[in-house]
């Protein structure tokens, strides 16, 4: 257990652990965000009659509308199961995944400041990836706000928060692209006890039959 990182999550409802993951993994997980972007459009626009928004993602997310996200993506539902023991080491809780859930932002992009449904009690949310060669000022980073608290993450950070309890979000971004990939988790000693979202398996659309 990360005892520094538990004692600051308790007091303040959130934490930021720097170079959770390696900055080669997410370089390689930001160009699959891209690649993924490029391919569901092109078989959105071209292959419609085949194209599910629930199996290969959506580019009609109410809190984002027009920028492509994805639910339960097998590589990122991966990572979210992958990632359980280090979150727990970094709360202290004894959590069990739900869901991921990553967004490629674009220009002047938003997350309007919201709380969380009950499957997200714990969430965490990590840079995987940007491109602001349209920015003069290459130390340009796209601050996050947790309740009043502005947090700045680099490639490979992660900020792990009580989704369900603090206002989160952003205002517009700047850049050309940013990848975003969030991780979300339930408390086994909390009051909702879900597991995988209420999916059968990690790695599936959440209505699917």
């Not at 995987?128 to 608290?149: A, P, Q, R």
């Not at 979000?169 to 909390?190: I, M, P, S, T, W």
Request: charged share 25%.
């Amino acid at each position: 257990m990360r005892t520094e990182y538990i004692d600051f999550f308790k007091q303040n409802k959130y934490v930021v652990v720097r170079n959770f993951l390696e900055h080669d993994k997410c370089l390689l997980l930001y160009e699959y965000v891209k690649s993924q972007a490029v391919r569901q459009s092109l078989k959105y626009t071209y292959c419609h009659d085949i194209y599910h928004h629930d199996w290969d993602g959506t580019f009609s997310d109410p809190q984002t509308h027009g920028v492509y996200s994805h639910y339960g993506d097998p590589l990122f539902d991966s990572l979210l199961n992958l990632s359980n023991d280090n979150i727990v080491s970094c709360t202290g809780l004894n959590l069990t995944p739900q869901y991921s859930y990553y967004r490629l932002y674009e220009t002047d992009s938003e997350l309007p400041n919201h709380k969380d449904r009950p499957s997200c009690e714990v969430s965490a949310t990590m840079c995987l990836g940007y491109n602001i060669n349209n920015i003069e000022d290459k130390s340009y980073n796209w601050t996050m706000y947790i309740d009043n608290t502005s947090i700045n993450l680099n490639i490979g950070d992660i900020l792990i928060y009580r989704g369900c309890e603090v206002e989160h979000g952003r205002g517009k971004f700047e850049g050309l692209n940013q990848a975003q990939v969030f991780l979300h988790y339930n408390d086994n000693d909390g009051p909702f006890k879900n597991k995988y979202d209420g999916r059968e398996y990690l790695g599936i659309p959440k209505h699917f039959r």
